[in-house]
Nanobody, 125 residues
Framework: QVQLVESGGGLVQAGGSLRLSCAAS????????MGWFRQLPGTEREFVAD????????SYTDSVKGRFIISRDNGKNTAYLQMNSLKPEDTAKYYCAATSRAYGVGMPPRSYNYWGQGTQVTVSS
């Protein structure tokens, strides 16, 4: 079992930045590809970014390319999502997830085994 805990969300003005963290416990994180997703109430969970086990491969949804950066520190068992130039449309609850599957670009939520509880990001205009 892997337990994931997100942190770093909050309220920020448009154009600002936030850094989300996803701390893992229970298993060594370097055995898992990681993903970040976001969700608004009543909508499906949306892919944001993912990263391979070693951190050498990443992918992003088009709307965040050039603004968000996904990274990981396997020594600290933590993944990150640096969010810059935030827009009101980035407002959502953000979730990190881990999968034991081989990395694939933009894997859907059903590919992930473990999920955190989410952290709210609100961007004001």
């Amino acid at each position: 079992q892997v337990q994931l805990v997100e942190s770093g969300g909050g309220l920020v003005q448009a154009g600002g930045s936030l850094r989300l963290s996803c701390a893992a416990s229970g298993r060594t994180l370097n055995n898992y590809a990681m993903g970040w997703f976001r969700q608004l109430p009543g909508t499906e969970r949306e892919f944001v970014a993912d990263i391979s086990r070693g951190g050498t491969r990443t992918s992003y949804t088009d709307s965040v390319k050039g603004r968000f950066i996904i990274s990981r520190d396997n020594g600290k068992n933590t993944a990150y999502l640096q969010m810059n130039s935030l827009k009101p449309e980035d407002t959502a609850k953000y979730y990190c997830a881990a999968t034991s599957r081989a990395y694939g670009v933009g894997m859907p939520p059903r590919s992930y085994n473990y999920w955190g509880q989410g952290t709210q990001v609100t961007v004001s205009s």
